[in-house]
């Protein structure tokens, strides 16, 4: 049948907005929590809310929703908690695996693995959505807060999480990705941003993490050649906690104190944000550092661009080998912007600032081989910001209607 | 082949006709609903499900999911009239009105029943609880923990997956499909006899078939390694799997040494990285992850990430022995 195309849409975006039967379907906590509000989410269909009452949910397995386009919805990130304390099996607390699903105004704490894992669910959003490990840093935390993964259409508004032993707010393997408005802390990634594109991170806090802010990009995953990203005007401030990480991890290796930190990725736009007081680098800007053999893969950060940041402190006891001499001789601290010098494609900053270059030979010959250098008058690069980026004006709708 | 069919339907009337084999009930297989008893499916002839109802045809594999050593029961339905195909070494191609029937048991007493039911719309997958006097299997859709002993005599509080666990383990590409009868886990033995019954379209060609399990002291270390690998991580572990975006793919037909984890970093471990830094680092089982999550029972850190609560200690050895003798 043929329509016209906004007639289409607008049908379209009805039938998003109110199925013919949505219901709502209430859990309240309290007695066989598991069965029954996991038997809501099977039973849940496309359009339906499943309403969490006020209370703890005492939970002693991983959760799941298979089903598009439902709401789960909470009292509020402090009133409706899911309590995993007491979980046995299960990757995660909650595992989302259909397109369209909102989850907001709950609480994960404790699970044993990730808080809130979506994988392969398209147009997620995650608005409100708390996620704790009540005990504070611990290499026995959860992996990720809240983990969206292998998805176009991601959207991570006003949640909270704190304690991750890797990253509090982690998008891998997506495209189209908003997250804003968060604020992070105590975990050793406060937010990251891994082989995927399209992201926009804005406005978000994060605080008291090993490091801030990351985009990465790694070999050998069926999505790579990360970038399109663009950090503004969030707020990074003092993340120094000492890195929790299990060893194995990639994040394992973020230096203690590291604001932004950008590895390989291609086009990166970092602008207006505020650093203050993160002790290694304020802006950290590396090749992957390990060896690998996956040919599609590029190690290198190119069109890395360091717009206008306010900068305050910071650099004052970088965690790397050589740091207490370096801080020395540059007079107390390092400026904001470090690179490792790897490759020929340094980072783009404005007119007359200047930046530390650690000088690393190549990819993987480490720091012992390292000729720091101040780069006092940068190579002018064009300052091309990205195309699309974030998710859509659909998503942002069902958070901030 | 119609002969053998009419042939077949006949025997069955002239069975009716006497009061045992029960008729599957083709209709609850197919219609869009969740029977909330196991018997009203009609796959067994009898209320203990010990006895397959006619045209119910039991098969082992070549080497299982281990369950905490559940001892285990397969059964394949095809409708008359329809034909399972092949396709080389990967699934049978079951038909719709199709399902295959696992029963789970302890110490001689069954716990639960997972039936795998082929509908117009795609394969749904559902958990059935076995009560205590084995008279009864119920739907348990939100899945079920139970306090069993395992036949290693641990302690464990089993976990009867839910729904939705159970398209977890058998989702390929968003999908809901069947994982056991691969034609490469299969015996040529039973495949020529299913053919021959006419439930299957030809006996496929399989390059190479997974070794017996029973036979894994005397089969090539590689191949019971691989093959249970197979069995039991690489309904996750495959390019369209749930573990999809880890890069590690444990098929049987997987080749490239990397996706298999050896030098392999983890991806999005987190603690079950322990402190190792490589999927597979050859000669080392214990600075393996593979084996440090193989051997872990705890929530977060232990693979596969259900149905595995206690440690499978016939297999640990297998799976050591393969990563040692990598050079």
Request: charged share 20%; hydrophobic share 40%; glycine share 10%.
């Amino acid at each position: 049948m043929r329509m016209p195309k906004t007639i289409a849409a607008t049908a379209m975006a009805l039938a998003l907005a109110a199925p013919l039967h949505a219901k709502t379907i209430d859990v309240a906590a309290g007695e066989d929590a598991q069965t029954r509000l996991q038997e809501a989410l099977i039973l849940a269909e496309p359009g339906d809310t499943v309403q969490l009452g006020a209370g703890r949910f005492l939970l002693t397995d991983g959760l799941s929703l298979d089903v598009d386009g439902v709401t789960l919805r909470g009292a509020g990130m402090d009133a409706s908690v899911l309590d995993f304390t007491g979980q046995k099996g299960a990757g995660e607390g909650l595992l989302v695996t259909s397109d369209e699903v909102t989850l907001r105004d709950f609480a994960v704490e404790n699970s044993k693995g990730d808080g809130i894992k979506s994988k392969g669910a398209d147009n997620v959003v995650y608005y409100r959505v708390r996620v704790t490990w009540t005990g504070g840093p611990k290499e026995t935390n959860g992996a990720y807060g809240i983990y969206p993964v292998s998805s176009t259409g991601v959207l991570v508004d006003g949640c909270k999480v704190s304690g991750a032993s890797d990253a509090g707010i982690y998008v891998g393997q997506s495209k189209a990705i908003t997250v804003r408005y968060n604020y992070v802390e105590q975990s050793v990634a406060g937010i990251e941003i891994e082989n995927s594109r399209d992201a926009l991170v804005t406005d978000n806090f994060v605080t008291r993490n090993t490091g801030g802010i990351l985009v990465f990009d790694l070999p050998n995953l069926p999505v790579m050649g990360g970038g399109n990203t663009i950090i503004k005007n969030n707020a990074v401030v003092g993340n120094d906690t000492p890195n929790f990480a299990p060893k194995g991890n990639i994040v394992a290796g973020v230096p203690r104190g590291t604001g932004i930190m950008v590895m390989a990725n291609e086009g990166v736009w970092v602008s207006m944000n505020r650093l203050a007081h993160n002790p290694t680098a304020h802006v950290l800007v590396v090749a992957y550092p390990k060896p690998f053999t996956d040919k599609a893969y590029n190690p290198l950060p190119r069109s890395v661009v360091i717009e206008e940041n306010s900068y305050v402190g910071g650099g004052d006891d970088p965690q790397m080998p050589g740091g207490p001499q370096l801080t020395q001789m540059l007079g107390g601290r390092l400026p904001p912007v470090v690179w490792d010098g790897v490759g020929p494609s340094q980072p783009i900053v404005p007119e007359g600032m200047s930046f530390l270059s650690l000088g690393v030979p190549g990819p993987d010959a480490g720091m012992a081989e390292a000729r720091p250098v101040l780069i006092d008058r940068p190579q002018p690069g064009a300052m091309v910001a990205p195309g699309r980026f974030g998710a859509s004006a659909a998503l942002d709708a069902r958070a901030r209607p | 082949m119609r002969l053998l069919a009419a042939a077949m339907l006949l025997s069955a009337a002239v069975l009716a006709a006497k009061p045992a084999p029960r008729q599957v009930n083709d209709a609850a297989v197919v219609a869009a609903s969740f029977p909330q008893t196991l018997a009203e499916f009609g796959f067994f002839a009898d209320d203990a499900g010990t006895r397959p109802a006619a045209g119910v045809t039991p098969y082992r594999l070549q080497t299982p999911l281990w369950s905490d050593g559940a001892e285990k029961s397969r059964y394949v339905y095809v409708p008359p009239g329809k034909q399972a195909r092949s396709q080389g070494d990967g699934l049978l191609v079951l038909p719709v009105g199709s399902a295959l029937i696992k029963h789970f048991a302890f110490a001689d007493k069954l716990v639960e029943t997972r039936v795998l039911l082929h509908r117009a719309d795609g394969w749904v997958a559902l958990p059935y609880v076995w009560n205590t006097e084995q008279t009864e299997a119920r739907l348990a859709l939100a899945g079920r923990r139970i306090d069993l002993v395992t036949p290693a005599g641990q302690a464990i509080s089993y976990g009867v997956p839910n729904k939705n666990q159970c398209k977890d383990c058998h989702n390929l590409a968003g999908i809901t499909m069947p994982i056991g009868p691969k034609a490469y886990n299969l015996s040529a033995q039973w495949l020529a006899a299913f053919a021959k019954a006419g439930r299957l379209d030809r006996v496929p060609q399989v390059s190479r078939r997974i070794p017996l399990w029973e036979d894994r002291a005397s089969a090539p270390v590689a191949a019971a390694a691989r093959g249970y690998l197979d069995a039991n991580c690489a309904h996750c572990h495959n390019p369209q799997g749930a573990a999809s975006n880890s890069g590690l793919y444990l098929g049987w037909l997987e080749q490239d040494s990397l996706a298999l984890g050896v030098n392999k970093r983890p991806v999005a471990a987190g603690r079950g990285a322990g402190s190792h830094e490589f999927d597979i680092v050859p000669g080392e089982p214990d600075h393996s992850i593979l084996v440090y999550r193989f051997t872990s029972t705890e929530g977060g850190v232990a693979m596969p990430e259900l149905g595995r609560e206690s440690r499978d200690s016939a297999a640990e050895p297998v799976i050591r022995a393969w990563i040692a003798g990598m050079r």
